[in-house]
């Protein structure tokens, strides 16, 4: 009774969305969603916290010695806590289907996959933010090299590590024992990245030398695995 | 086809033995390390087949994201898990060989450690095979074998830039480099000989996995089989 007929319907739309369009409305979401539950950045948070005072426990440095174990222990710090983010990922699409829609629609994969490594990009930086002046309160520190470079380094580690990771988180979902896979089969392949980070940011607050190679190191290691992340994301995707 | 895998088998275990000879017995004892330089006629050997083994794992992991056949997915598996036993070998008989020659079991030199990377990124590559479930499998793991591979000269660069204590390459390694015509053939011949061997048990494991996808067919077909005649009975 009520159907339209079908020679006054207006013709469909069939062209594909573009990449940027669905990227920006996937991150809008997963801002909008993280804004309101704020689940991933108190996770972190919280995780950072713990990780920070346990290692003032075992550690009882002195302002100089601090400066020189300082980068490891900010970036093993935020490599774990980056973990605790990154295995949530990707559950809350698989609990509803999204992936499977994603797979029938004409969206590029792609997109899915930049929303996403943004999306804990920009909580990992957040976190990062937050954390730092109580690595300062707490460890006594003060940078001896320029700070600018530090935040530098800090934007091509935390790319570094949340590309892979969330590439990898990927992954882990279709395993058993999902939350443990994921830094067994990360970490492996991050220790370049880790090694770099770690040493780019020991250089900075020492002020004992540039950390120009470990900066290139990390651009290099983001650029070769950004592409691999984008070339194979759909493979990922459609795996059967 | 068992009679060329007995030959074969044969064949390695001769060249094992005649290897085995030409590093206890043909090859002159080091200057200043003595018998214990001996260890270099397998260490040695087994770093180069492994790495062999894990290139070859990469070309089958790239030719089955291509192709999605069968094969090159259980040459990746054998080459893998071959190529970690390889590798662990070198991890044994690389502190063995360090501790009397330089004093220290282990240092975090550029080839040790990135030895070890290896085998930690091949040994993730293994738990991750068998903790996926399903189909999806083969492509998981086929994915995370390129990453692994793309790794290694990147872990090799960043573990340059601290010192290094491992001896600079012997063979072919500039002015001042090389060895006795007796070591290096004894080098020669276990390389050769753990290479073959290597090739008989990569081929022996990858028989096992397709006769264990066979298998596992098989049960499938049978238990639809099964379902159907039990849901017709109904």
């Not at chain 1, 990449?19 to 993280?34: G, H, I, K, P």
């Not at chain 2, 066979?214 to 009975?233: I, P, Y």
């Amino acid at each position: 009774m009520s159907a339209v007929p079908m020679t006054s319907a207006t013709p469909v739309k069939t062209s594909t969305p573009s990449l940027w369009a669905v990227t920006r409305s996937t991150l809008s979401r997963d801002f909008r969603l993280e804004w309101r539950s704020k689940d991933a950045i108190n996770s972190m948070l919280f995780f950072a916290l713990l990780v920070v005072v346990i290692f003032s426990f075992s550690f009882d440095p002195t302002a100089e010695e601090s400066r020189s174990i300082a980068g490891g222990l900010i970036w093993v710090s935020f490599l774990f806590a980056a973990v605790v983010a990154l295995n949530q990922t990707w559950a809350r699409e698989l609990r509803n289907q999204v992936l499977d829609g994603y797979r029938v629609s004409p969206a590029p994969a792609n997109a899915m996959f930049l929303a996403k490594s943004i999306g804990n990009f920009v909580f990992v930086m957040v976190l990062e933010c937050l954390m730092t002046p109580l690595f300062i309160v707490f460890y006594n520190l003060r940078s001896i090299g320029p700070v600018w470079q530090l935040l530098l380094v800090a934007v091509l580690a935390t790319w570094a590590l949340v590309v892979n990771g969330t590439f990898f988180a990927a992954i882990s979902i279709r395993t058993r024992s999902r939350e443990i896979m994921l830094p067994l089969i990360l970490f492996p392949i991050s220790i370049p990245a880790i090694i770099a980070m770690v040493d780019a940011t020991t250089v900075i607050l020492t002020g004992s030398d540039t950390p120009r190679f470990w900066m290139e190191l990390l651009a290099v290691y983001d650029l070769v695995f950004t592409t691999v992340c984008l070339s194979l994301f759909d493979t990922v995707l459609n795996a059967e | 086809m068992k009679k060329a895998v007995i030959f074969y088998a044969i064949v390695s275990l001769v060249l094992l033995s005649y290897a085995l000879h030409a590093a206890l017995v043909g090859a002159p004892t080091e200057q200043t390390m003595g018998d214990v330089q001996r260890i270099f006629y397998y260490h040695v050997p087994s770093a180069w087949t492994s790495m062999i083994l894990f290139f070859i794992n990469f070309c089958a992991s790239i030719w089955f994201l291509i192709k999605r056949d069968v094969i090159s997915d259980a040459i990746a598996v054998a080459t893998a898990e071959v190529g970690v036993v390889f590798c662990t070998v070198v991890l044994i008989t690389g502190p063995l060989w360090a501790r009397p020659v330089w004093g220290i079991w282990w240092t975090w030199d550029a080839r040790l450690t990135s030895t070890l990377v290896l085998w930690l990124i091949y040994v993730s590559y293994l738990i991750l095979r068998k903790y996926a479930t399903g189909g999806q499998t083969q492509v998981l793991a086929a994915v995370l074998a390129v990453f692994g591979f793309l790794d290694v000269p990147l872990v090799y660069m960043a573990i340059r830039w601290f010192r290094t204590q491992h001896p600079q390459p012997v063979i072919g390694g500039g002015e001042g480099s090389g060895i006795d015509p007796r070591m290096m053939h004894a080098l020669l011949a276990n390389w050769l000989a753990f290479m073959v061997f290597a090739g008989l048990i990569t081929f022996l494991r990858y028989r096992l996995e397709i006769v264990t996808r066979e298998v596992d067919a098989e049960h499938a077909k049978r238990a639809l089989h099964d379902e159907a005649a039990f849901g017709g009975a109904q």
